[in-house]
């Protein structure tokens, strides 16, 4: 595909451009005038963004494979510059402009996800899926100068409200998912520890492994580590 996209059925398109790397379309965000928008290449507002991200361990075989094939294993941040080799090609194949949640100035991506998907916050600070649980993440964002064709947004019952143990806020040996937000600091100071590293650091994070929703997305093992290999640097 050439030059800017007039197609209404963008969104299909988008699907199948991303699928065979693990990435999924998880929704539209439009902005309303007078709203702060992501700026396109062209210096012009951004009109729509379109979310990109993964529901469990979708992206981790593509990641895998693109890593183990690379001469630096993906260099610092492989999970972020793989994000980018596969999403930068698609945005020029569709003539938008991609944004990333680890570059700076950091986009609202969290917001957009409440937007575009309807989820909300869980005690860890991520947001809850009701069907990916806490397995789930954003990997771009592709800007577009037009409104696109809203995604369906049903309106779910946030799950933390139905929980009552809430043993997310229970399970951290770190005691770093308080009431008040996660704190980094206990979590990295723990990760640090014989005990942390053999427990946390190899399994996952207890508080999000414990979460009952979407526990058939949790992410691989390895997926797992790599995470908290990422968060105690
Ligand atoms: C900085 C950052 C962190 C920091 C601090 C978070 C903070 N205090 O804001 C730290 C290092 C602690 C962190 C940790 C993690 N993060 Co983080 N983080 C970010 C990042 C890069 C920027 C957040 C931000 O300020 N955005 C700018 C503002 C303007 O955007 P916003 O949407 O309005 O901001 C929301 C957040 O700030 C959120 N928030 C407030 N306090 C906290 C605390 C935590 C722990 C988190 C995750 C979010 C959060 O509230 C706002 C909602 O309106 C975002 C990506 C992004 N661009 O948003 C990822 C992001 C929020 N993180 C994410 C994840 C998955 C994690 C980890 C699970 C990763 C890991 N390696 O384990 C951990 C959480 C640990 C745990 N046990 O729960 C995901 C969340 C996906 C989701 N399902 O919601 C994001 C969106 C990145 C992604 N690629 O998808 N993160």
Redesign the pocket.
Known sequence: MTGPVTSSDVLSELRAALAPHGVFLRGVVNFADGETVPVLKDGNAAGSVVLL?NAGGSIWPAFEHWRNSSPDRGGKNPLDAWSKAVIEPVADAFGATAYF???A??????????RAEG?K??P??????PRYG?W????GALAFAQALPPTASPIYPHPCDHCPDRPCLSS?PAH??LPS??Q?GP?RAHLETRAGQAGCMMAG?F??NVCPVGAAYRYPAKQLHF??A??SL
């Open positions: 991200g949640p680890s570059d100035p950091w986009q609202p991506f969290q917001q957009w996800a409440m989820l916050s869980s860890l600070g991520i947001l809850i899926h806490l789930h993440g954003y990997r951290c770093a998912v937000g996660f980094l979590c994070c508080a999000r995470h908290m990422a968060l």
